[in-house]
């Protein structure tokens, strides 16, 4: 299937690596343009080099930490005036706090939620020129039942899911598709999963447990999903929740 994403313009937060990684390697394998940013601006540098590598096209890379609105908002701009557009965003960054102390709330708050206000925002003037123009955050499994993660990352990430919807919305009328990506459980090396399996190993056990198919997602298998969800192969899907987990979940999702 051809994606469509060809020449498309694509801004991927937290892309040097996991999820957000496999996310703009991707994206770039199916001929878009990508800019990335993370906080670390040496793995920015090298990860826009490798993109470029991969589609042949521009990359671009800078150092941002999403919760902070005036930067992040300041290179969604540059990037836009870089590039003469956008035409995808994938809010991907996460706190991934979750303590039940009001530092890990305030974290949760301003990175997973309004790190993706900002990104929206930032972007819209230029979504809205868009002919193709495509909003995807990264929720998670915890944002849709109650597991050992239910304090403010489950609730931020459930947050994601309303916003996201809403926005599905309010915008169709402009061509603005709205979805978001919901993992389940994703190991990778140096990942949250990686840590507890050596930290924690009862809580890695039982967590692997739960999922009928005996292991956790690799990054590729996220980053599928959300290439096809934000391409214009998915024009009439809006509004969504795609939940990738390996049928972890048992709610039913109506």
């Not at 609730?155 to 709205?178: C, D, W």
């Not at 999963?193 to 990054?219: S, V």
């Amino acid at each position: 299937m051809d994606l469509q994403l060809k020449g498309l313009k694509a801004m991927v937060t937290g892309g040097t690596k996991g999820i957000g990684l496999a996310i703009a390697q991707t994206l770039a394998k199916e001929g878009a343009e990508v800019a990335i940013c993370a906080r670390d601006a040496a793995a920015v540098s090298n990860t826009a080099n490798e993109l470029a590598k991969l589609s042949n096209a521009r990359a671009l890379g800078a150092a941002v930490d999403v919760s902070n609105g005036a930067a992040l908002k300041d290179w969604v701009g540059r990037v836009a005036q870089d590039w003469g557009g956008i035409d995808i965003l994938v809010a991907n960054v996460s706190a991934l706090a979750i303590g039940n102390d009001i530092e890990s709330w305030r974290k949760e708050f301003e990175t997973d939620l309004l790190g993706t206000v900002n990104l929206v925002d930032a972007a819209m003037p230029y979504l809205e020129a868009s002919k193709a123009a495509s909003i995807v955050a990264i929720s998670s499994v915890s944002g849709r039942e109650i597991d050992f993660a239910a304090g403010p990352y489950g609730v931020f990430k459930a947050a994601l899911v309303h916003y996201m919807q809403g926005l599905a919305n309010q915008l169709a009328a402009k061509g603005i598709r709205a979805n978001t990506v919901s993992p389940g459980n994703v190991y990778f090396e140096g990942g949250v999963w990686d840590w507890i399996e050596h930290n924690d190993p009862a809580l890695f056990a039982k967590a692997l447990a739960l999922n009928p198919t005996g292991r956790m997602a690799k990054p590729q298998e996220i980053a599928n999903a959300v290439a096809f969800i934000a391409s214009p192969a998915a024009s009439f899907v809006s509004g969504a929740n795609f939940v990738v987990d390996g049928a972890l979940t048992r709610g039913v999702q109506l």
